[in-house]
């Protein structure tokens, strides 16, 4: 690495990028639902269940589970491949998100 390139590295670490990114989802039947369907990549997410555990996971499955009031936090992913649904059948769950897009 060159010193213009280490310089340049100091100078843009006090750079921020990237929008907010704020959504929620509440579930209106027992199948794995997701954010957005195409891909969106996301730093720093935090994930809150607002309503009614939930199950989060893959496309495939949906087994970590999240209760109401709980949070997790992910860095950089693309959330168009986190899947979550209702952790009780029947009981329609709220889950928000606060990130930063990529």
């Known amino acids: 690495m060159s010193l213009e390139?280490?310089?340049?590295?100091?100078?843009?670490?006090?750079?921020?990028?990237?929008?907010v990114y704020v959504n929620s989802n509440t579930a209106t039947d027992d199948t794995a639902r997701r954010f957005e369907t195409t891909s969106k990549?996301?730093?720093?997410?935090?994930l809150r269940v607002a309503t009614n555990s939930q199950l989060?996971?893959?496309s495939a499955s949906q087994v970590y589970p999240v209760?109401?009031?709980e949070t997790v936090g992910i860095s950089k992913l693309d959330i168009?491949?986190?899947?979550?649904k209702n952790a009780t059948a029947g009981?329609?769950?709220?889950?928000?998100?606060?990130?930063?897009?990529?």
């Open 5 to 19: 390139d280490i310089e340049k590295a100091i100078k843009d670490a006090g750079n921020f990028s990237g929008a």
């Open 80 to 84: 168009s491949m986190l899947y979550f």
């Open 56 to 58: 989060l996971g893959t």
């Open 41 to 46: 990549k996301l730093r720093d997410v935090v």
């Open 91 to 102: 009981q329609n769950g709220t889950v928000q998100i606060l990130a930063v897009e990529e």
């Open 67 to 69: 209760n109401v009031g």
